[in-house]
């Protein structure tokens, strides 16, 4: 144990020039080196020879390499070794690394340690480098001040090694230039040879000290000529560490240090490093996975995201290879929803960050740059599973407009001609199972929205939940509710190619009946669902008025197509007049709110298909709707046309006015319109279907409930659009319960003022209500059956070939049901479908089933009453309508009497000349 007390005050009598905290010009204050080295003489008594000895047995060098080390040549190397000695004493008997008292060292005493060591790094490190580190201007001022001696600087390099893992001396990155100059000493004796204690030295500047320090280290030294064997070493030591762990983030890092370099320049420097084709494909894959990691934990750091995503796309554009690994770690970020482990119902698969998150790192990894980003390309086939996504969380979420900004950034990148159709219509007719399969959500989840702790759950619903999200709604919305329209116009122009194409393909025969939910889902998608969606996208993109700014830039396209979708009749006259109906009212908006289109060239040209159409459909509608086209081409703003539409638009925008009596009023005289066969009302009914759904999600009961009134009105116009839209808004999962209870109100009211004429819709109206019936939530399966008895009493002569299915759903209900008003609502389907039968003897075998169900309620006394008085009143119309059919059929059998006076002067013929005067009929 030595007196720590004396060496700080030899310390004290020291100057030490070379220090960042004395360093000044040395032109002022003469070398301080041969003061202190007497000083050093003086107050150290143990001869040099041995404090050599004694450092060289501590850091482990041979006796060889003591030999090779001459103290008394140089002044410079005794002071070395001196004031290494003094610092090696200290650091052996002071415990730096303890918190204990008697261990502690003053703050002044700290200080003059840290200066010590930058003295001794400066004489010892940077005085013996490689001649080739002096061609930098921060080694050039050491050259020549110490001869080198690899021995003397391989003790050296142990010495700090051993030192710098001492905390304390790293204040305020006091140690910064003694770790480079260490790098330097390490780097400048591994080229003279191999040394585990060399090797030793580097692993603990890589993995103790600051990695960032070390690739800024590396970069400072490479930037200086070097000699090839020098500049391959460092060189290697940069590639070998990069492929570390945490190697890249470190390398960036050490690079955003560097001050006044812009961060895109920092970028292409690491890109330019690190994606390079001299790596193994083992290496360019390891270094993918770590530039993802690193892209996932720095999302908020731009800079940082752009050398990360930047450097991404270059290793991409490598190989092939890298393609592929890149899709498949892609993939796994969307696995858990699209094809989860387990499905278990109410397991939370994934929490709001996660998602979140997930989501951020798509629109940094494909939006970031325009050139940094990877290629959109790789988005296509999760297009359904993004617009999944964007449908099901709230428009107020940040991670919603960034779901919107990737879905627009991969259409945009798609060639408008090829590419962007195929993709559309692909998207359009994109089916759960279509192979080659497209990334989708798994049919059991469910995203449910923030409640009041704001965050989003994903987990796993009933096993009967479906998901319906409706492409043909949500991309339309996504278009409309951004700013990129020319996109928003090319999206427009490819459906109405779209459409125009449908007019050409023929669909298969229909339908008359359907005996199973699987046959009437695949019927509607087959027949309507296709070009329903088309209808609804259209619809809505046409009222976007930034549309109507671009078609007119872009008129000589958009009126080719409208050419070519007129000159187009296909065998099915209903379904195209639907079509073209659509087509000629949207082109009849766009005339209308674009003076430029109206004026064109063009428009001039679609006279003569306008006029042919006219001529050739018998459908007043579509001649009503040619003749009000023409008359804007002809000369649009004549008085008179504006006094014929105007009542229809006066309704149209009391009804998307937000005041509930300004829409009733405007409902209402919507219906005044209908009922008088208003021409420019009647040429516009997709436009008043869309309204009304619209205004059927109003909470307001005045509004909603005239709402209803408006559709009842308008299935005189469109029957089939009808009910074709609301039985598609009815079973919508993705709609909320209290709108889709009032649309199946609505559906019921309309089929009742069909009448009998609603059985040409018995299947779509039945089968509609016993989808219903199988669904988990309890409310809407009550309503279901309470609609389908309703519906039952309605078509009972129709309902035979849903009979079996229909007496299923009822005893499923009443055995497995937990839910009282649902078992209810299943008994009076019975019993309605019993009122709604004329003549029993038309449906001997629907009775037995009946009866025997209903008995089988009513004689069990732990039922519950009112299910009992509904399987009552149903035996009690049975009873009722067997008496009147016996009744009936004895008067019709019974025998008349007649008593018949034959006159006198008739002729009586041969036959009845025997016959008595009174006969029996």
Same mark, same amino acid.
């Given at each position: ?32 080196? @041969? ?17 050599? +000895? ?69 004489? &010892? ?67 003279? !040879?191999?040394? /585990? ?22 970069? =400072? ?34 690079? *955003? ?10 970028? /292409?420097? @690491? ?48 190989? $092939? ?8 770690? =892609? ?28 989501? #951020? ?34 428009? !107020? ?5 960034? #779901? ?37 959500? +798994? ?11 704001? *965050?989003?759950?994903?987990? @796993? ?7 319906? +999200? ?9 278009? $409309? ?62 009222? +976007? ?14 009126? =080719? ?33 674009? !003076? ?44 008179? !046309? ?94 909320? =319960? ?34 219903? &019936? ?25 309902? *035979? ?8 759903? $009822? ?8 839910? @009282? ?101």
């Amino acid at each position: 144990m030595i007196n720590t007390a004396k060496y700080f005050a030899l310390l004290e009598n020291l100057k030490f020039n070379k220090a960042l905290a004395n360093k000044v010009n040395n032109s002022e204050i003469p070398d301080a080196l @041969v003061n202190n080295l007497l000083i050093l003489e003086k107050y150290a008594k143990l001869e040099l020879d041995k404090q050599l +000895h004694e450092l060289c047995l501590e850091y482990q060098l041979t006796a060889d390499q003591e030999s090779s080390i001459d103290p008394g040549t140089d002044p410079t190397v005794s002071y070395i070794l001196r004031l290494q000695h003094v610092l090696h004493s200290i650091t052996r008997n002071i415990n730096f690394h303890s918190d204990a008292k008697e261990d502690l060292i003053s703050v002044a005493h700290l200080k003059l340690c840290i200066q010590a060591i930058q003295e001794l790094s400066y004489y &010892s490190l940077r005085c013996q480098l490689h001649e080739d580190f002096y061609k930098s201007p921060i080694f050039l001022e050491a050259q020549g001040k110490v001869k080198a001696n690899p021995s003397l600087l391989l003790l050296n390099v142990q010495f700090f090694v051993n030192l710098l893992p001492i905390r304390q001396f790293h204040i305020a990155n006091s140690m910064e230039l003694v770790q480079r100059d260490l790098l330097a000493a390490i780097m400048s004796l591994r080229v003279q !040879e191999e040394s /585990e204690h060399l090797d030793k030295a580097i692993s603990y500047l890589w993995e103790q000290e600051s990695k960032a320090d070390f690739f800024r280290h590396i970069l =400072l030294l490479k930037a200086t000529p070097l000699c090839t064997p020098l500049a391959k070493l460092l060189h290697h030591q940069l590639l070998g560490k990069l492929n570390s762990p945490q190697g890249f983030g470190s390398f960036v890092d050490a690079l *955003q240090q560097t001050p006044n370099v812009n961060p895109t320049r920092n970028a /292409e420097i @690491v890109a330019s490093i690190v994606a390079r084709k001299g790596f193994s494909q083992l290496a360019q894959q390891k270094m993918i996975l770590q530039v993802l990691e690193f892209c996932k934990f720095n999302l908020q750091d731009a800079d940082k995201i752009c050398a990360g995503v930047l450097t991404l796309r270059r290793l991409h554009d490598l190989s $092939v290879t890298n393609q592929k690994k890149i899709e498949e770690i =892609l993939s796994k970020h969307w696995e858990t929803l699209i094809d989860p482990e387990d499905v278990i119902n109410g397991l939370i698969l994934m929490d709001h960050q996660e998602l979140c998150n997930n989501i #951020l790192l798509w629109q940094q990894l494909f939006c970031s740059s325009s050139v940094a980003c990877l290629p959109s390309n790789l988005l296509i086939p999760y297009l359904p599973l993004l617009l999944q996504l964007y449908d099901s969380l709230p428009l !107020e979420l940040p991670a919603t407009s960034q #779901l919107s900004g990737i879905i627009l950034r991969c259409l945009d990148n798609r060639d408008r001609e090829k590419e962007l159709p195929e993709i559309l219509k692909r998207l359009f007719k994109w089916k759960v199972k279509e192979k080659p399969a497209w990334k989708c959500l +798994h049919p059991r989840i469910l995203i449910l929205p923030p409640t009041n702790s704001n *965050q989003i759950q994903v987990k @796993v619903a009933h096993k009967e939940h479906e998901v319906d +999200h409706d492409m043909g709604r949500i991309l339309p919305g996504l278009l $409309v509710s951004s700013s990129h329209h020319s996109l928003t116009c090319n999206v427009f122009l490819a459906l109405l190619g779209f459409m125009g194409n449908q007019l050409k393909e023929k669909t298969s025969a229909s339908v008359d009946l359907i005996s199973s939910e699987t046959e009437l889902k695949d019927f509607l998608h087959s027949k309507y669902q296709l070009k329903l969606d088309l209808l609804i996208a259209l619809n809505q993109m046409v009222a +976007h008025q930034p549309l109507r700014a671009q078609l007119a830039m872009q008129t000589k396209s958009f009126l =080719l197509i409208l050419q070519d979708l007129l000159l187009q009749r296909s065998g099915e006259q209903e379904t195209t007049d639907h079509i073209l109906l659509l087509v000629l009212n949207l082109l009849q908006e766009l005339f209308e709110g674009s !003076e430029d289109l109206r004026l064109s060239d063009g428009s001039k040209e679609l006279k003569d298909q306008l006029r042919q159409l006219g001529c050739q459909s018998s459908n007043p509608l579509i001649q009503q709707s040619v003749q009000s086209l023409l008359t804007l081409i002809n000369g649009a703003w004549r008085p008179s !046309e504006a006094v014929k539409i105007q009542p229809f638009q006066k309704a149209r925008s009391l009804i998307e006015d937000k005041q509930s009596h300004l829409q009733v009023y405007g409902i209402q005289m919507m219906m005044d319109l209908l009922k008088k066969r208003d021409p420019a009302t009647m040429s516009q009914g997709h436009l008043i279907i869309a309204l009304a759904l619209t205004t059927l999600k109003d909470k307001e009961s005045y509004t909603f409930l005239n709402c209803v009134r408006l559709f009842v009105s308008l299935v005189h116009v469109m029957e089939s659009e009808v009910l074709d839209r609301l039985s598609d808004e009815y079973l919508s999962e993705t709609a909320e =319960l209290d709108y889709r209870l009032v649309v199946g109100e609505t559906i019921l009211k309309v089929a009742q003022e069909l009448g009998p004429l609603s059985y040409r819709y018995k299947g779509l109206l039945l089968n509609c209500f016993m989808h219903g &019936s199988r669904s988990p939530v309890h409310e809407f399966r009550m309503s279901a059956f309470a609609n389908l008895a309703q519906l039952c009493r309605l078509l009972a002569y129709q309902v *035979q070939n849903f009979f079996q299915e229909l007496l299923q759903l $009822v005893n499923s209900e009443l055995t497995t049901g937990c839910y @009282v008003p649902a078992k209810r609502a299943a008994v009076l389907v019975l019993a309605e479908l019993l009122n709604g039968m004329e003549n029993l003897l038309d449906y001997q075998d629907m009775l037995l089933p009946i009866y025997r169900l209903l008995r089988a309620i009513e004689a069990e006394e732990s039922c519950d009453p009112q299910m009992r008085q509904h399987a009552a009143n149903g035996l009690k119309i049975l009873n009722e309508k067997c008496r009147q059919l016996i009744k009936s059929s004895l008067e019709e059998n019974s025998l008349q009497k007649q008593i018949k006076v034959l006159g006198i002067k008739d002729e009586v013929s041969p036959q009845r000349k025997n016959r008595h005067i009174l006969e029996l009929n």
